[in-house]
T-cell receptor, first 116, second 116 residues
């Protein structure tokens, strides 16, 4: 069964550094998402992306964050200058087109980001 | 705005006991989807079930069953004859149709521990 792939599984970075989290969505999917889960807390929506632009973003997704689909297969989340509070598990997700893209959302296994 | 409440932060049971995880949701939309996800200690999100707002039929899948009641805005999840492998955090989530992009709103999660 096709799956969403995230790399790396764990990334450690120093405060103030830029970090790029990478995701390869399922190949025929058109809707892409990032979610975040701070350790021990709930999963929170960050951003959705469709047709090469952001379709929705949450209040968490400030100017430090950006997303990009640099080629036909990757979907990236960039954090420009990481802060300690950015430490979290980041989940990428994708879904195919249709009347309701959330009918079935496929999540990747997550990238655990640790900011020191 | 959407909201999902999982009032039980932690539940501990002994193997073979039945356990019910509660989920209460809030939305003004008439069309929405409800989900349950399992998050084992390894951290990934495992999809368990999706229901739409027009289908109030209860569902059973093996030892798992779900009780959807619109009258009380609840979507409860029961594990029958629990096993140690059921130990995980369980998240209830809600989505509504948006004009562009869609987001899942998660509850805070219930940590289930099944003891041998």
């Amino acid at each position: 069964e096709p799956e969403v792939t995230q790399t790396p599984s764990h990334q450690v970075t120093q405060m103030g550094q830029e970090v790029i989290l990478r995701c390869v969505p399922i190949s025929n999917h058109l809707y892409f998402y990032w979610y975040r889960q701070i350790l021990g807390q709930k999963v929170e929506f960050l951003v959705s992306f469709y047709n090469n632009e952001i379709s929705e973003k949450s209040e968490i997704f400030d100017d430090q964050f950006s997303v990009e689909r640099p080629d036909g297969s990757n979907f990236t989340l960039k954090i420009r200058s990481t802060k300690l509070e950015d430490s979290a598990m980041y989940f990428c997700a994708s879904s195919d087109s249709g009347a309701d893209p959330l009918i079935f959302l496929h999540f990747g296994n997550g990238t655990r980001l640790t900011v020191t | 705005a959407q909201k999902v409440t999982q009032a039980q932060t932690e539940i501990s049971v002994v193997e073979k006991e039945d356990v019910t995880l509660d989920c209460v949701y809030e939305t003004r939309d008439t069309t929405y989807y409800l989900f349950w996800y399992k998050q084992p200690p390894s951290g990934e999100l495992v999809f368990l079930i999706r229901r739409n707002s027009f289908d109030e039929q209860n569902e059973i899948s093996g030892r798992y069953s779900w009780n959807f009641q619109k009258s009380t805005s609840s979507f409860n999840f029961t594990i029958t004859a629990s096993q140690v492998v059921d130990s995980a955090v369980y998240f209830c989530a809600l989505s509504v149709q948006e004009t562009s992009g869609s987001r899942l709103t998660f509850g805070e999660g219930t940590q289930l521990t099944v003891n041998p």
